[in-house]
């Protein structure tokens, strides 16, 4: 997270709410435009330090060096650590595994990424409900691997590198299997099996 204290780089939403958190020790004061229905797109958020008399507007960034990813509602303080510690993936070298496994690329885990935001996004502002967070792993060929595990359900999504082509299996402790496909550009929410990842 980068600290944002000048008041040159922030505008006032028409629609604030505000908030107070919790968060790695520190109070943090959080004011977000209310307008928004994906607000990694269209919120301009930034997780500031709370001083008294400022006007702040909070959230989080995702950036790789210079490059700004995405904009995290604060409500997703989760997902975020989650996507912050997968960026592993992108420092492993070609041949990590010495059985020459290819590095990967940033858009492969970019696409990943605003996958989840995506879906997080659209179950909060459908039903105001979150998904529990998933494991974001290095997968085969390049590819990046989503998975939720949960007491009676686990489910891997894999998100291949070179299109958007992205598969999905599920076991349940009862020996129910689950798998088939979508395309990034062209899916329902609705229809993926994600009612047992609450």
């Known amino acids: 997270m980068q600290d944002v204290l000048s008041k040159d780089k922030i ?18 004061e959080f004011y977000i435009s209310t307008q928004p229905s994906k607000p990694y797109s269209r919120t301009h958020m930034y997780s500031v330090p709370h001083l008294e008399g400022e006007w702040k507007i909070s959230g989080f960034e995702i950036t790789v060096g210079a490059l700004e990813i995405a904009k995290l509602d ?13 960026k592993y993936i992108l420092e492993l070298p070609h041949n990590h595994d010495g059985r020459g496994s290819k590095a990967y690329g940033l858009e492969t885990w970019k696409k990943a990424c605003l996958f989840l935001i995506d879906l997080n996004s659209y179950l909060y502002n459908k039903a105001g409900i979150k998904s529990s ?17 949960q007491d009676e359900f686990k489910l891997l999504i894999n998100v291949p590198e070179g299109n958007d082509d992205v598969t999905f299996y599920g076991t349940y402790n009862n020996g129910q299997e689950i798998e088939g496909a979508f395309n990034l550009k062209d899916y329902k929410i609705q229809l993926l099996p994600i009612v047992a990842i609450f």
Do not use: C, M
């Open 11 to 28: 505008y006032r939403p028409e629609t604030i709410r505000s908030d107070y958190r919790k968060h790695r020790g520190r109070t943090w």
């Open 74 to 86: 604060y409500r997703f303080v989760e997902l975020y650590t989650a996507i912050e510690k997968s």
């Open 133 to 149: 967070v998933p494991n974001i792993y290095h997968g085969p060929n390049g590819s990046i691997d989503i998975q939720w595990e």
